[in-house]
């Protein structure tokens, strides 16, 4: 089973994810100060390792791993 898709679907997408959460940060759009943001960056961060996790579980079950 190959996992290059995947791993380089990832780091692209993360890249991206992270630049889409540091550039608003640094530009002050929103801090660590003001609960919805917390939440916010929170729930992003969340939703991005259930959807990586959903994403290797569903590529090994389709290559025979699981």
């Given at each position: 089973?190959?996992?290059?898709?995947?791993?380089?679907?990832?780091?692209?997408?993360?890249?991206?994810?992270t630049?889409?959460?540091?550039?608003?940060?640094?530009?002050?759009?929103?801090?660590w100060?003001?609960?919805?943001?917390?939440?916010?960056?929170?729930?992003?961060?969340?939703?991005?390792?259930?959807?990586?996790?959903?994403?290797?579980?569903?590529?090994?079950?389709?290559g025979?791993?699981?």
């Amino acid at each position: 089973m190959d996992l290059t898709p995947l791993i380089y679907q990832f780091l692209v997408g993360g890249v991206i994810f992270t630049l889409g959460i540091a550039i608003p940060w640094l530009a002050g759009d929103y801090s660590w100060r003001r609960r919805e943001d917390r939440l916010t960056v929170k729930y992003m961060l969340a939703g991005f390792i259930i959807y990586l996790a959903v994403q290797v579980i569903w590529h090994c079950y389709g290559g025979g791993v699981i």
